[in-house]
């Protein structure tokens, strides 16, 4: 994507288009540069809109040229992404020439979410003056396709299933372990417990610092800077405390943090450096895989569901597991908007499945079996 010219540099604007741009990519540049507060937002925001972009230019077409007839078509390859080589590919730079702009198809609310974004971007793209109108509006189905609320959340892992997972994360290395083998295992029970234990987004654990993590009046507390640039500070649970404590004891660190150590949380082999999103990223997706192998070599088929959820998991699932469960263990529906870090009650409750448990149990109350006894039958 062309990166907007440089602020006073002289360009000619064609009638009517308010912003300082010359192409398609300097003028989504332009709409991405409004999300520059919400760093994890516009990486969001810049992956759906260089999809289409792609998309069109594989057509020889751009921006302007997007029409309603479109979009079915845009959805339907959404969905299925082909040829497969050409647009999926495991995680990799955006500077790799063998980046590809797609991880596998995209589920149906990845796809809705997609046509918000791209929505949201006519729109602005209209006011600015660099396109004359904004497809999506004529969308007569737009309520059912771009309203992103959903009745519940789905995509976590159930607790017999994570049970498993942590189990399997704390089982011993082996005596003759390689220092480094020792070194990722404490990581990876670290990355795991603090994404339960604290639901942070993954750029949150990738950005977060030793001394985010406080004590006032002897509890202590993770302080983050989160979606929207939003700060708030979550109690940290004594589970998390035993976590961090061995964590910075395989880093040969004090017990506990002090209020000036600024050094990674999570950090390279070499103990100084830290995680960045997409190495995080590959890491979960790596510890899910390779506990997907291990469950499958161990249970075989009685374990097939557990085992394709692990495959399908990624980290965000992680987020959806914690608030999901701490929903189940009674924590009240405020501490978990708080911990969530939502604005919108409504939102947290998507996370509360008391409703469905207890609708599932009286709905079995309801069988067949009053009609199994051979009861006379009324022909009249």
């Given at each position: 994507?062309?990166p907007?010219p440089e ?11 308010h ?14 540069a409004?999300?520059?507060?919400s760093?994890q ?5 810049r ?11 594989g057509q020889g ?7 309603r007839e479109?979009?079915d078509?845009?959805?339907a ?5 082909r040829?497969v080589?050409?647009w999926i590919?495991?995680?990799r ?8 702009p797609?991880?596998?198809?995209l ?10 974004i791209?929505q ?7 006011e600015a ?5 904004n497809p ?13 609320r959903?009745?519940g959340?789905?995509r976590?892992?159930?607790?017999p ?12 290395v ?7 083998r ?6 990876r029970?670290l990355?795991?417990g ?5 639901a942070p987004?993954i ?13 006032r009046?002897?509890r202590?507390?993770w302080?983050v800077?989160g979606k929207g640039?939003?700060a708030?500070r ?14 910075r004891?395989?880093l040969?660190?004090s ?21 960045g999103?997409?190495?995080?990223y ?6 899910f895989?390779?506990a997907?192998?291990?469950l499958?070599?161990e249970e ?5 569901d ?7 998991a ?10 999901t ?9 405020r501490?978990l908007a708080g ?21 599932h149990r ?5 069988g067949l ?8 039958v009324?022909r009249?």
């Amino acid at each position: 994507m062309t990166p907007p010219p440089e602020s006073g540099e002289a360009l000619t604007l064609p009638a009517g288009v308010h912003i300082a741009a010359g192409s398609d990519g300097e003028a989504v540049a332009r709409w991405l540069a409004e999300y520059r507060a919400s760093p994890q937002t516009q990486r969001a925001y810049r992956r759906e809109v260089q999809r289409l972009l792609m998309w069109l230019a594989g057509q020889g077409r751009g921006l302007g040229d997007l029409r309603r007839e479109d979009l079915d078509a845009f959805e339907a390859f959404l969905a299925d992404p082909r040829p497969v080589a050409r647009w999926i590919g495991p995680v990799r730079p955006r500077t790799d020439p063998r980046w590809r702009p797609f991880r596998g198809p995209l589920s149906p609310s990845s796809r809705r979410q997609s046509l918000v974004i791209l929505q949201g971007m006519y729109a602005w793209l209209v006011e600015a003056g660099w396109v004359s109108h904004n497809p999506f509006r004529l969308m007569r189905d737009k309520r059912r396709r771009l309203d992103n609320r959903q009745g519940g959340i789905e995509r976590y892992l159930e607790r017999p299933v994570w049970a498993w997972f942590w189990a399997w994360l704390n089982r011993p290395v082996a005596a003759d372990a390689s220092s480094r083998r020792v070194f990722e295992q404490s990581r990876r029970r670290l990355v795991f417990g603090f994404a339960y234990l604290l639901a942070p987004r993954i750029g949150e654990m990738s950005a977060a610092c030793m001394n985010d993590f406080v004590r006032r009046e002897g509890r202590w507390w993770w302080h983050v800077v989160g979606k929207g640039d939003k700060a708030a500070r979550i109690p940290v649970p004594p589970d998390m405390l035993a976590l961090l404590e061995a964590w910075r004891a395989q880093l040969g660190l004090s017990r506990l943090p002090s209020p000036d150590e600024e050094g990674p949380l999570l950090r390279a082999l070499d103990g100084t450096r830290g995680l960045g999103d997409n190495r995080l990223y590959r890491l979960i997706r790596e510890a899910f895989g390779e506990a997907a192998d291990v469950l499958e070599a161990e249970e075989g088929e009685a374990a097939r569901d557990a085992v394709l959820r692990l495959r399908r998991a990624t980290p965000h699932w992680l987020r959806h597991t914690a608030l999901t469960h701490q929903a189940q263990a009674g924590v009240e529906l405020r501490y978990l908007a708080g911990t969530a870090r939502h604005s919108r009650l409504d939102t947290t409750a998507r996370y509360l499945h008391a409703e469905d448990e207890e609708w599932h149990r009286q709905q079995a109350r309801h069988g067949l079996g009053d009609f199994t006894a051979g009861h006379d039958v009324d022909r009249g």
